[in-house]
């Protein structure tokens, strides 16, 4: 099936080399006013002006999508989130409003062993039919990528569970999950008082497995002194490193515990959160190949102040990538151009800058942008159309969806109606 998306008031390629934007390409959209995309099967075939492809395909029988008025761009690649989990929090939520912190609630057992009591509790079949529609929603706003974490189960075989509905839900969503196993999220109940035991099975079992097995991608683990030290970290990411799985850090998130500088050294794909970094810290990123992955919806939803330095990261050449960081304790939210408003309005990111991170950044985080992320020929058919005759009024906008449909490998996977008619 051949399509041509044409005209594209705004068409944002996001062309450019194999390396991650960074300095000064942080924010090189490689835009063409009144531009076209000609789409073959699941692939991009040519890119270009909409006058010069209509006239390449004059007489051609294809397919249209007319996207006048409309921003056309790659579709959203969100390579952080932990989208499988039974419930929502909304009740540690409201604690947070009348003065709890995140950090005491979880000393209290809720938390992040809230939802794995639950995940515990809970069959596969039906994590899965609870997770699937939350899924799916990415779509909605525009994702057509997005990284699926496991670390809600904390033993072999509720880890095993919950890669395998990641599994499940790939084969059935035209949503493509990237799956990363995080048996290092919390310490589970039962070794609370034997942290090193829980260790020594993370490294000689649960790892080797999930790798053998194929059933992750990456390996992840939360770094912070009541969770995994340092050297814990260093022993885990070694290991997963051994068995050929890439590396992402829960990086100097609510302190600082030197795991950005870890993954610098042990040249993770990705460090993610960085609110408490320092110079140093930046400093080592710049020298290393390791992405700077941005969450600003955990900040926002913590009702936090200290955003990580953004503005320094891309000063110091280190390219960032933006994630939703999807979950149901620190950030519930799906929405990518909810995201891109954050990181526009509270961390002094350009509206161009903030595209590239949560597109070809992202699909970098995910060691996939020689095949997602920017809309060059050979490369997936991946889009997503916005209702916006500017691309700086998708973070503009904040809070509202002006996503009018979606594209995984050149097929129409969500179309939003008309709205409401009149009687
Ligand atoms: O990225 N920091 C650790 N993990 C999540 C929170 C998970 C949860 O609270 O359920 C995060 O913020
Ligand atoms: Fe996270």
Redesign the pocket.
Known sequence: MTTLISPCTQLLTLAGDALPRKGSTQGQLRLIERGAVLMEGDTIQAVGSAEELERRCAGLSLDRIDAEGCVVMPGFVDS?A?PI?VHP?DAEYELRIQGAT?QEI?GKGG??LN?VRALRNTSKEQLTRLSEPRVRKALESGTTTLEAKS??GLDVENERKMLEVIRELRQRLPLELVPTFLGA?EIPPEYRSSKETYVDLLVEQMIPTVARQELAEFCDC?V?PNLYSLAEAERICRTAIRHGLGIKL?AD??SRSGATRLGAQLGAVSV??LEQIEPEDIQALAASQTVATL?PG?VFHLGLHRYPPARALIQAQVPVALAS?F?????PTLSMPMVLSLACTQMRMTPAEAVVAATINGAHALRRADRIGSLEPGKQADLCIFDLDDYRQIPYFFGMNHCRMTIKKGTVVYRRDRGWQEP
Do not use: K, V, W
Request: hydrophobic share 20%; charged share 15%.
């Open positions: 952080h932990h989990f929090r995140y979880a938390g992040i939802s670390g809600y999220h939360f912070e829960h998130q609510l993610d959160h969450l955990s960081d979950n149901p304790g620190t950030s």
